[in-house]
T-cell receptor
């Protein structure tokens, strides 16, 4: 079966750095997405990786290793507004998105 | 501004009633999707449509129905056959089915069965 694994919850301190991991086993691979979702709101797009390596976008970076079935989202200079759930999703060989359950990130002052 | 509008934001239903959730987009996107989100689970695909007058079942279509009579609109009906309908429902769109571009989501509709 297809599976996406992420930690359920993480806690970090304002101003620090946090890395949220995502491992996947899917039927084929056409890219990996990260979305941010604040409680009770819609997910918003953060990043898309299809080739191995690191993509940097401001305070957020996303890394992909296709051979390991592994990605991470790196958040730097954490702010209180970064408290949210972070969703990892993989597009499989049928171009369907398979979603992880999300990682709830709690930022403490 | 372009975007996706879902309504209502909150909805209460008695058992045995059908309810329809509205989803309208003005992004000129061809593909539209309905997802269900439950605590501790990933988004699960209910139905999707890649073109007007065509739609396909997703992973959990039982107890739901949709229509796509206009490009802008993709309403979802939660029927009385859906045994556990209390959930957060998200509508999304993309420029094309299987696009590697981002999905745009509506604000969501929270359905509670009393």
């Amino acid at each position: 079966g297809q599976n996406i694994d992420q930690p359920t919850e993480m806690t970090a301190t304002e101003g620090a750095i946090v890395q949220i991991n995502c491992t996947y086993q899917t039927s084929g691979f056409n890219g990996l997405f990260w979305y941010q979702q604040h409680a009770g709101e819609a997910p918003t797009f953060l990043s898309y990786n299809v080739l191995d390596g690191l993509e940097e976008k401001g305070r957020f970076s996303s890394f992909l290793s296709r051979s390991k079935g592994y990605s991470y989202l790196l958040l730097k200079e954490l702010q209180m507004k970064d408290s949210a759930s972070y969703l990892c999703a993989v597009m499989d060989s049928n171009y369907q998105l398979i979603w992880g359950a999300g990682t709830k990130l709690i930022i403490k002052p | 501004d372009g975007g996706i509008t879902q309504s209502p934001k909150y909805l209460f239903r008695k058992e045995g009633q059908n309810v329809t959730l509205s989803c309208e987009q003005n992004l000129n996107h061809d593909a539209m999707y309905w997802y269900r989100q439950d605590p501790g689970q990933g988004l699960r695909l209910i139905y999707y449509s890649q073109i007007v007058n065509d739609f396909q079942k997703g992973d959990i279509a039982e107890g739901y129905s949709v229509s796509r009579e206009k490009k802008e609109s993709f309403p979802l009906t939660v029927t009385s056959a859906q045994k556990n309908p209390t959930a957060f429902y998200l509508c999304a769109s993309s420029d094309a089915l299987g696009s590697t571009g981002e999905l745009f989501f509506g604000e969501g509709s929270r359905l509670t069965v009393l």
